[in-house]
């Protein structure tokens, strides 16, 4: 079952647990309830918010992925269960001796990914793709050339136009879409730590104190999601209201968790789907197969121009 994403930002919110549900009490509206297995994400927008030690104790014992907004409305914290897979320790030893060239035949499966999304999200748009999908048969082993960056430098101004620059600390669309990658960075660590690995050590992304570079490794092909939803909203919406203020865009964004998306063979719900490649990594990453089940295409897009998204040993 797919759990639900729910986000809780009424000032004045109070959560506690009984019998395995999630109580909700907020001022001037009824007390309202939720099963706590039924849940897959809880983000909490209120400065106000208060909770029961139960809740935290519950919400993780369930899988839960917990976020915490500051006041700009941007997740500030997250909170996943620390136990795994209950075979993790075996998993774990094996990650840690994963050989060099692993790594970076994964890291090229996941850029190669990546660009191929972006590529779908400008087709999307009815944008040319501005020779995405070259750049990226070109991705080498650990991309050496940096493919990556230099599709980079394509992809934005075509879709968010000549004047936009990626830059986190940057308003507009820069904010939305820090929102977005850390919702979905934040269900692709949860992803991860449920299959046994360690989050913290990446195969590419390296920093002492980042503790989920796994996480960031895993999250670049899912990004695209996050950019076309944002082309979305900014086509519907104009520039003075795109803002975390808004609840409904920021709803809007939250529902990428329940878009369906194409890995594999099958279509499946952007949650599960996620888990479907987190537990491809681990496999990858301790011996047991090296295929990886990345997303391909955009929801109701057909992708014709696909190159192959196993690990390759060019």
């Known amino acids: 079952m797919v759990g639900k994403t729910v986000e809780f930002a009424t000032p004045g919110t109070r959560l506690s647990v009984t019998n395995k549900q999630l109580v909700i009490a907020r001022p001037e509206h009824r007390r309202e309830s939720i099963p706590i297995e039924d849940l897959g ?8 918010a208060t909770y029961t030690q139960a809740v ?17 409305h941007l997740p500030a914290s997250m909170m996943i269960p620390l136990v795994g897979h209950h075979g993790q320790t075996e998993r774990q030893l ?11 035949r994964v890291w090229q499966a996941l850029v190669k990914a990546k660009i191929i999304q972006q590529a779908a999200v400008l087709s999307h748009f009815s944008v040319h793709n501005r020779g995405l999908i070259q750049l990226a048969s070109r991705v080498k082993s650990g991309d050496p050339q940096n493919v990556e960056a230099h599709a980079a430098q394509r992809y934005w101004p075509a879709l968010l136009g000549d004047s936009f620059r990626r830059n986190r600390d940057q308003p507009d669309y820069n904010a939305l879409l820090n929102y977005g990658y850390a919702v979905i960075r934040a269900t692709v660590a949860r992803a991860i730590v449920a299959t046994g690995l360690i989050p913290s050590f990446g195969v590419h992304h390296k920093n002492r104190r980042n503790p989920f570079c796994l996480a960031d490794d895993l999250l670049e092909p899912y990004r695209p999601f996050v950019d076309w939803r944002v082309k979305q909203i900014a086509l519907d919406t104009s520039k003075d209201a795109m803002s975390l203020e808004s609840r409904p865009i920021r709803a809007r ?21 996620i888990q479907t490649s987190a537990d491809s990594l681990r496999k990858a990453l301790t011996g047991d197969g090296i295929d990886l089940l990345l997303p391909h295409g955009m929801p109701l897009v057909d992708v014709a121009e696909e190159i192959e998204l196993q690990v390759s040993e060019t």
């Open 253 to 273: 964004l939250l529902s990428l968790l329940n878009e369906s998306v194409n890995i594999g063979e099958r279509s499946e719900p952007m949650l599960v789907a």
């Open 94 to 104: 094996a990650q840690v001796k994963t050989s060099v060239p692993t790594k970076k």
């Open 41 to 48: 994400v809880v983000i909490v927008d209120d400065a106000r």
């Open 56 to 72: 935290f104790i519950e919400l993780t014992n369930a899988g839960t992925c917990v976020l915490i907004c500051g006041r700009d």
